[in-house]
C-alpha cells in the first residue's frame, strides 16, 4: 500500500468547509507572520513619475508621455508633456517641489496596480512565511488581494489587513471573506443560525464571506443577510451541493461573484439535472472529482443556445461577477507545463514544492495516473468555459482575474500573470485584460472610488515596467520574457520595475531576491531540492 506523506493537508473544498466550522485553534493553522516593513521608499510630499506611456485601466488606449503626479499616497494631477520621438519642453512639466522625489519612467509603461481577486495567503501545510507570500505578489504589482477563507484565521488576516493599510509590513492591502461557517462549533443548521453566524462575521470586521455551498434555506438565509449589511460574497459551489443550488439561485440571494466555473455549467443543463458521473464516483477521491469536471462543459447546453444565453443574460442582469481563476486549472490540461515551469527552481519553497506532489491527501494533488485521455478532455473544457467567458465580458459582464495560487503547481504572482495570459487566450483585448486587473476587481470589491485606475483623486497604486506589456504580457512575469537583440544576443527583458502601493515605491526586482534568498536558505536548511516527481 502507498505511504501517505506527512505534508498533506484537506481533501477537497467540503473538507476545507469542515475545518473551519469546527473551531480550530487559528493558532495552530496560521503561517509565520509577516515582519515589520523594511522596504520602500515614500511615500513623499511630492513624486511625479515623469514621461511614462499610461494605461489607465479604464479601457482607454496607452497614451505618452505623461508626468503624474502623486502627493502622499494620492493621484493629484495627469499631465500630458508631448509627443512620442520629440524632446519634451520642460516648461510644460508639472514642477518638481522641495524635498520631492522623481522617477525617470521615459519610455516605460505604467498601469495601475493589480488586484488579486482570489488570493490565498497559504497555510503552515505549505510552509509559506506570510512575507514570502506577500513579497511574490508585490514583486508581480499586486497591491491588493481578496483572501478568500481567511485560511489562517480571521483574526489573524484582519491584524495584517490592518497592518498593511498603515504599510507597517511589506504586503498588497487584504480583504478578508471568512468561509461560512467558519469557528462555528456544530457547524450551522439553521437559516436563523445562519443569520447570526453572519451578524457576528460583520461585527467582527470581515469584509465578506467565501461559501463553498450549503442547503438552499441555509445558504440563502446567508446570502441575504449578507447584502443587508452591505457586505459581498464569493462561492466556489461545491459538487455537494450545487445540484440544490447552482450559480443562477445564489446570485438571485445576492452572491456577488462565483470563483473558478462550478455551478456555471450545471445552470446550463438542458437535458439532465445531475452532473453525469461515474458510477463509482466518490468526492473524496481526488482524480475522481477533478478529471469528472474536466467532463462537465460538454454536459451543458451549446454556445449560443436558448439556455445558454438566458443564463448569461440573467447574470449580467445581476451585475454579477465571474473570477473564473484559468491558471489554477492548467495543469489538468497540460500537467507537464505547470510543474516545469521555470520560476519553480530559484522561488518555489521545497515545503510548498512536496505540497504540489501526487498523493492522496492533499488537495489539488490528483496526479494519481492524470494522462493524455484527462488532458484532452480538460482541453475541450477550457474551450468552452473560454467562450462562456469571452462572450460575458462582450455582452457588459463584469470578468475579474484571480489566481488560487499555492495549488496545482501554480505559485504566488508568477499565476497571476499566468491568468492574464488565459484571458487573453479566451478572446480579451490586452486592454480588456488590463480592465479586468485593475477597474473590474476593484468594482466588484466596491473599492472603485479608491483603486483600479490611474485617475486624479484616487490611491496612487502603480505597476511601473520597462517594456510594452499589451505586446507581450510575459514582461509582466519575474522572470521577464526572453528576446533575441540586433546582436543575434539572447536576453531577458522585463519584469516589473517598481511597484508603488500607497504613494510607496518598491524596488519589485529586489523583493525577487529576497523570495529567491529565502528559497535557498530553506533548501540549505532541509537538505531539499526541487525534483520532478518520480525521479529518482
Known amino acids: 500500500m502507498r505511504r501517505l506523506k506527512k505534508h498533506t493537508i484537506f481533501i477537497s473544498a467540503l473538507a476545507l468547509f469542515q475545518i473551519f466550522s469546527i473551531g480550530v485553534s487559528a493558532q495552530r493553522r496560521s503561517i509565520t507572520p509577516s515582519p515589520a516593513r523594511a522596504e520602500g521608499d515614500g511615500p513623499y510630499t511630492?513624486?511625479?513619475?515623469?514621461?511614462?506611456?499610461?494605461?489607465?485601466?479604464?479601457?482607454?488606449?496607452?497614451?505618452?508621455?505623461?508626468d503624474i503626479v502623486i502627493e502622499q499616497n494620492k493621484i493629484k494631477s495627469i499631465q500630458t508633456v508631448g509627443y512620442p520621438g520629440i524632446e519634451i519642453n520642460a516648461e510644460r512639466r508639472p514642477k518638481l517641489k522641495e524635498g520631492g522625489k522623481e522617477i525617470d519612467a521615459s519610455g516605460m509603461y505604467v498601469l495601475p496596480g493589480f488586484?488579486?481577486?482570489?488570493?490565498?495567503?497559504g497555510g503552515v501545510t505549505q510552509g509559506t512565511p506570510a512575507e514570502y507570500v506577500f513579497k511574490l505578489w508585490m514583486a508581480h504589482g499586486i497591491t491588493t488581494i481578496r483572501e478568500p477563507s481567511a485560511g489562517n484565521g480571521l483574526d489573524w488576516t484582519l491584524e495584517h489587513k490592518r497592518k498593511s493599510l498603515k504599510n507597517e509590513i511589506t504586503?498588497?492591502?487584504?480583504?478578508?471573506y471568512?468561509?461560512?461557517?467558519?469557528?462555528?462549533?456544530?457547524?450551522?443548521?439553521?437559516?436563523?443560525?445562519?443569520?447570526?453566524?453572519?451578524?457576528?462575521?460583520?461585527k467582527k470586521g470581515a469584509d465578506g464571506i467565501k461559501f463553498f455551498g450549503a442547503s438552499p434555506d441555509i445558504m440563502e438565509a446567508a446570502l441575504r443577510e449578507n447584502k443587508r449589511l452591505g457586505l459581498r460574497a464569493a462561492c466556489h459551489h461545491a459538487q455537494m451541493d450545487v445540484a440544490r443550488a447552482n450559480v443562477l439561485n445564489t446570485a438571485s440571494w445576492g452572491l456577488t461573484s462565483m470563483e473558478h466555473w462550478y455551478g456555471l455549467p450545471e445552470a446550463m443543463f438542458d437535458n439532465r439535472t445531475i452532473q453525469d458521473f461515474r458510477l463509482d464516483y466518490n468526492y473524496q477521491n481526488e482524480q475522481h472529482r477533478f478529471g469528472e469536471a474536466g467532463k462537465l462543459w460538454k454536459q451543458a447546453a451549446a454556445p449560443y443556445s436558448e439556455k445558454w444565453n438566458a443564463v448569461m443574460d440573467s447574470l449580467i442582469d445581476l451585475d454579477f461577477t465571474l473570477d473564473p481563476t484559468f491558471n489554477i486549472y492548467e495543469a489538468n490540461r497540460d500537467l507537464m507545463r505547470a510543474r516545469t515551469a521555470e520560476w519553480h527552481q530559484d522561488y518555489t519553497l521545497p515545503s510548498l514544492w512536496d505540497f504540489y506532489q501526487p498523493s492522496m491527501q492533499s488537495h489539488g494533488s490528483y496526479w494519481h495516473y492524470w494522462g493524455t485521455e484527462e488532458e484532452i478532455q480538460w482541453k475541450e473544457n477550457y474551450r468552452l468555459w473560454m467562450t462562456f467567458v469571452n462572450e460575458y465580458k462582450n455582452r457588459g459582464g463584469r470578468v475579474t482575474t484571480g489566481s488560487d495560487s499555492g495549488f496545482i503547481f501554480q505559485l504566488y504572482g508568477f499565476a497571476y500573470i499566468r491568468e492574464m495570459e488565459l484571458l487573453r487566450e479566451a478572446g480579451f483585448h490586452p486592454l480588456e485584460v488590463i480592465r479586468s486587473a485593475t477597474l473590474y476587481g476593484a468594482q466588484a470589491l466596491g473599492m472603485e472610488k479608491?483603486?483600479?485606475?490611474i485617475e486624479v483623486g484616487k490611491l496612487a497604486d502603480l505597476v511601473i515596467v520597462e517594456e510594452n506589456p499589451l505586446q507581450n504580457l510575459q514582461v509582466l512575469y519575474g522572470t521577464g520574457a526572453i528576446k533575441l537583440t540586433e546582436d543575434n544576443e539572447v536576453v531577458r527583458v522585463g519584469g516589473v520595475k517598481y511597484t508603488i502601493k500607497d504613494g510607496i515605491v518598491y524596488d519589485a526586482r529586489q523583493l525577487l531576491e529576497d523570495v529567491k534568498t529565502m528559497v535557498t536558505e530553506s533548501k540549505e536548511a532541509t537538505g531539499k531540492t526541487i525534483k520532478q516527481p518520480g525521479v529518482n
Do not use: C, Y
Open 46 to 66: 511630492q513624486l511625479i513619475i515623469r514621461g511614462a506611456i499610461m494605461v489607465n485601466g479604464t479601457g482607454a488606449p496607452p497614451i505618452g508621455p505623461v
Open 115 to 121: 488586484i488579486d481577486m482570489h488570493g490565498h495567503i
Open 171 to 176: 504586503a498588497p492591502r487584504i480583504l478578508a
Open 178 to 202: 471568512t468561509a461560512f461557517g467558519m469557528g462555528k462549533e456544530g457547524g450551522i443548521n439553521s437559516p436563523e443560525e445562519a443569520r447570526l453566524w453572519v451578524q457576528e462575521n460583520a
Open 450 to 453: 479608491e483603486i483600479g485606475s
